[in-house]
């Protein structure tokens, strides 16, 4: 047996063995929390991971099938392993904390199969989690890869509670979360996240997806599941390409915790460094913007009477965001294209053109004058085809106003992506296929050029690209705020305490938090409406990671509650640290983030349909130093339902050694700001 186990940190030693075909070969963490075993048995690859010695995937099989050739991995053998090690610690340029630290010991196996090809599998094992690829080779015996299928396997060793949506529906990733045991799971997008009934918290996901399909998981038989990737439009093949290849890491962070899931830094570090150079030019921040009015219906995105994207309304909302310092203003709306049904007509779309009422020149202008920035929005209703034709001018006319930010959109129905093909005809894709994956980088590309930032509302899910790219700032990906102005249920009070550890495992959400008028259609829509306090909106802002944040009601509903409004004014969305202090997924959570370059830390706590008292120590502020603690809670009558507006500003002094007790109402929350004192 073969183990690559407590290797040096020093690292970057690469030993050649020969396996014989009845050895294992493994590969342990750094401090030998997790290990992985591999083996070749029976002409059959698998792979096991154990915890403490304790199987949590059981062997499960790895290959390959390709279209027109043997399945890659049949009839394989290990002809060599190598392990190396690696600790080391890089720049985040904007993120959950500064500094992020990769700590791995890896094995690489070569393997060779009965079709005469070679290809390796790479573990990298982390204390928290794991990553694993195949590694593919240019080689005669295998020049062009089609791929029809990937027999990776995921088969656990103990029952579990697992929260997770349903994969290949229309609505992309737009759903509720789902709680059942791990055996009701049919076919899920990732993240999906479980609890053993010992209370081992697993995620399972990818990082890196580029040039691939994007993977799915579909339950096969007990607690067994495999690889499902995302449809093509070719038939027979759902990723085509050609040798040299890597496929995306397949990933599991594993913890004691719900918390150390969201602690996790695994699907960042997976990723490639970034690659643009000089990011300064990216800016988080908060912006405010006309959008949330098309939702209630008082504004329209088409051109006419409700037109909400003229120049008038649009100076309004950029005075707004310069008194109150946001630093971006989104217009929704502005370009020609929306007149009509746009979600079936996305080839009328103009990205340079502007409706006769929105003079986008004089407020773009307008807006530097005030030290704000416009935000530009690209809606495509799915034709990316029609998108990728007009970006370059587009972007290039963006960079000219001084615009920063695009919020692309691809509103179509799962499987209804436009695309040109390589025979020039158009066809339809899926939403994480590889023909849209390939859209996405060059989207990030072509920006970056023009010094733009882009955050993808209907995108294909998130892998850590944002290492990478450091321009991909944030996206959508999940059921957000709009749903609880139309949705049919709106969000429920647990759907945000699910977010944390299913969908913000894979990387920072525009969720658009910050409805103050709460109860807005109560009467009219059978009780759309937020499912929450109002101090639950301002913890969204500390517990819903994005580095940009959205201000997302009507400018005029936050002067209705200035004490509130105070805390969205003064949170930051930029952190250099970040601590979950307690959590139970669609239960509860807490989380400390602490301002980037600052003393400052802010807390957000919220819970679902039940009332909690969590008790919280201070003990993540620095010892010795006093602090100003900004509360703002649910007041003692407050719920949901009955009183979301019942609110409590106040103010005492703490330090590290104090433990507050926090009073979350039904679907409630709480709000704290720190500021260190003199």
């Known amino acids: 047996m073969f183990k690559a186990i407590g290797l040096a940190l020093a690292g970057l030693l690469f030993v050649g063995t020969p396996v014989a075909a009845d050895d294992v070969a493994a590969v342990a963490s750094p401090s030998d929390v997790l290990a992985v075993e591999l083996k070749a048995e029976k002409g059959v690859l698998q792979y096991r991971v154990t915890r403490f010695g304790e199987p949590v995937v059981d062997w499960s099989k ?6 027109g050739a043997p399945t890659l991995g049949a ?32 094995l690489t196996a070569t393997v060779a199969d009965k079709g005469g090809r070679t290809f ?39 029952p579990a509670t697992t929260w997770w949506i349903e994969a290949r529906l229309p609505n992309r990733y737009e759903y509720i979360y789902k709680t059942t045991p791990l055996e009701a799971v049919t076919m899920a997008h990732t993240p ?22 994007g993977m799915s998981v579909r339950r096969t038989k007990g607690r067994a599941f495999k690889a499902d990737l995302a449809p093509s439009s070719e038939k027979g093949v759902l990723v085509r390409g050609a040798t040299p290849f890597v496929t995306p890491w397949r990933t599991l962070m594993i913890s004691d915790t719900a918390g150390g899931l969201v602690e996790s830094d695994l699907v960042l570090n997976l990723n490639e460094p970034n690659k643009l150079g000089d990011v300064s030019w990216v800016e988080p921040g908060k912006y405010v913007g006309i959008w949330w009015g098309m939702h209630l219906g ?23 965001a310069a008194e109150n310092g946001f630093k971006g203003v989104l217009v929704e709306g502005w370009n020609i294209g929306w007149d009509g049904d746009w979600v079936q007509n996305g080839d009328l779309f103009d990205f340079t053109k502007a409706y006769p009422d929105y003079d986008i020149e004089k407020l773009a202008a307008y807006a530097l004058s005030k030290g704000v920035r416009l935000v530009a929005h690209n809606e495509t209703s799915g034709n990316i085809a029609n998108y990728e034709d007009q970006m ?75 290492r990478t790219y450091p321009n991909w700032i944030s996206r959508e990906g999940a059921r957000g705020q709009e749903y609880n102005a139309w949705g049919t249920p709106p969000n429920p009070p647990e759907h945000v305490a699910v977010l944390p550890f299913t969908r913000m495992l894979s990387g920072p959400m525009d969720y658009t938090p910050g409805i103050f008028d709460l109860t807005f259609n109560y009467e009219k829509t059978n009780g759309n409406r937020p499912q929450s306090t109002l101090a639950q909106q301002l913890a969204h802002y500390v517990v819903i990671y994005s580095p940009i ?30 601590k979950v202090l307690n959590a139970e997924i669609g239960d509860y959570v807490t989380i400390a983030r602490k301002a980037k370059g600052s003393g400052e830390w802010f807390l957000g706590s919220l819970t ?30 407050a719920h949901w339902d009955t009183a979301p507006y019942d609110f409590v500003r106040e103010e005492k002094t703490v330090t590290s050694a104090d433990t507050l007790t926090l009073r979350l109402a039904a679907g409630g929350g709480q709000a704290i700001r720190f500021l260190p004192q003199p």
Request: aromatic letters at 10%.
């Open 392 to 466: 370059a001018a587009a972007y290039a006319m963006y960079e000219r106003l001084g615009i920063r930010q695009i919020k692309t959109g691809y509103v179509a129905d799962a499987g209804h992506i436009k695309a040109r093909g390589a025979d020039g005809k158009m066809h339809l894709e899926y939403h994480d296929g590889q023909v849209t994956q390939r859209h996405h980088i060059k989207v990030l590309e072509e920006a970056a050029k023009h010094r733009l930032s882009i955050n993808s509302h209907e995108p294909v899910k998130d892998t850590g690209l944002r």
């Open 192 to 213: 999906i996240t479980m609890r053993t009934e010992d209370g081992l918290h697993i995620s399972i996901h990818e990082a890196a997806l580029v040039d691939y399909s």
């Open 549 to 578: 944040q959205m201000v997302a009601d009507l400018p005029e509903n936050y002067g209705k509650h200035p004490d509130a409004f105070r805390f969205i004014k003064d949170v930051v969305t930029d952190w250099d640290e970040t």
């Open 120 to 158: 390796d599998v790479v573990f990298r094992v982390y204390d928290d989690g794991l990553g694993f690829r195949y590694d593919v080779p240019k080689q005669d015996a295998l020049a062009e890869a089609l791929i029809r299928d990937e027999e990776t396997e995921f088969r656990f060793a103990e």
């Open 608 to 637: 679902d349909e039940e009332g909690r008292m969590l008790s919280v120590p201070l003990s993540f502020l620095t010892p010795g130093t006093r602090y100003r603690a900004e509360i703002y809670r649910d007041g003692d009558k």
């Open 298 to 320: 008082v504004e329209s995105w088409e051109s006419g009477p409700i037109h909400g994207a003229n120049t008038k309304n649009t100076m309004r909302y950029i005075d707004f």
């Open 62 to 67: 790895l290959a390959i099938a390709l279209k």
């Open 75 to 106: 009839g394989a053998t290990i002809a060599k392993t190598a392990t190396r090690s690696e600790d080391d610690t890089w720049d985040l340029p904007w993120g959950e904390r500064s500094r992020v630290r990769n700590h791995f010991n890896e």
